[in-house]
């Protein structure tokens, strides 16, 4: 059993219920953050305008936030493929503690560093973590002969 295996193992034992209330919080939290960023387009023109050679840079970096807050914060509120979709968050995250005073104001929505850091660590926390027992995840993992399709789409 590698590292990974290991540290995954351990989350999925080690996780009590009132830490998935957390991370449905997190995930709402997170999509609000991305539907804020979607309806502020004013932070990345500015971004764009002081340096137009990185303009096709900045318009793929506002996409990549808006899809790893939107979609990410989907996956983690449901428990589904949370490892995956916290990873994903990450390096936003990591941007905003280190550009949270930035002059463009890109990262507005993490204006308290402290809110950041807190939002970093929990991400942190649910890669090794995982999504617990109240998550889409378990349900797959406890019902593994049943399809989709056949349980929910009815022809």
Not at 88 to 103: E, K
Request: hydrophobic share 55%; proline share 3%.
């Amino acid at each position: 059993m590698n590292t990974l295996q290991r540290i995954e193992h351990w989350g999925d034992t080690h996780h009590p219920n009132w830490l998935s209330a957390i991370r449905i919080l997190l995930g709402i939290f997170l999509m609000a953050v991305g539907i804020k960023f979607v309806m502020d387009r004013n932070a990345l023109i500015a971004v764009i305008n002081q340096n137009p050679g990185l303009a096709a840079l900045s318009v793929m970096l506002g996409h990549y936030v808006v899809f790893a807050h939107c979609v990410g914060g989907l996956f983690i509120a449901m428990g589904l493929f949370t490892r995956l979709a916290a990873l994903l968050n990450i390096p936003v995250l990591i941007g905003a503690v280190f550009f949270v005073h930035s002059p463009t104001g890109l990262f507005s929505e993490y204006q308290l560093l402290g809110l950041s850091i807190l939002v970093l660590a929990l991400l942190i926390l649910f890669v090794i973590e995982g999504s617990g027992r109240i998550s889409v995840d378990e349900y797959m993992r406890r019902h593994p002969g049943r399809e989709f399709r056949d349980k929910y789409i009815d022809f």
